[in-house]
């Protein structure tokens, strides 16, 4: 059994937008010209949105890219699944302007906290580790070097056996 689970779940459910104006348009054969409706004011909370929950999560470990498109950049790897791909949906988002990445699920970094340790989980057919093509889920320990198209990118981790953030909860 894989240890990636596709987050297409959470992208089945449409994000909510919120219009800040309606436009309204007139019969066809009438003068063009637009109206202007605000929007009623909403009174729930948004629903939190998953891209975001990054932000107050706490850092696990590093990508940092060493070579090809946006190199010298550090990417943050959280807890749970780290999708990694040039889309919106891919929480490592690598859009750098490498087309040949994939959108969403290129490969996975997954950190288990009840284990303490770092997967990958290679998706695509182009994702390789150490020089080799990946396959299947294969543990990493600090200091690998994916390559996703034409980026390489270095595996830091700082979380493992010494260190997690929720020893001191």
Known sequence: MPLYRSL?????????????RLITRSAPGAKAR???????????PAPADPAKSDQVSPVVGWLAVISGP???????????VNDIGRGARA??????????????????II????????????????????ERPAQDSVELTGGEVLQLGQTRLRFVPLCGSDFDWRDNA
């Open 111 to 130: 950190y288990t906290a009840s284990s303490r340790r770092f997967y990958l989980q290679s998706i695509a057919s182009e994702t390789w580790l150490n």
């Open 34 to 44: 637009s109206k202007t409706v605000r929007a009623p004011a909403r009174t729930q």
């Open 91 to 108: 929480r490592v988002r690598l859009d750098f302007g490498d087309p040949f990445i994939a959108l969403d699920n290129q490969a996975a």
């Open 8 to 20: 297409d779940k959470l992208a089945a459910v449409p994000a909510r937008v919120e219009p800040t």
């Open 70 to 80: 946006g190199r010298g950049q550090v990417l943050g790897l959280h807890y749970g």
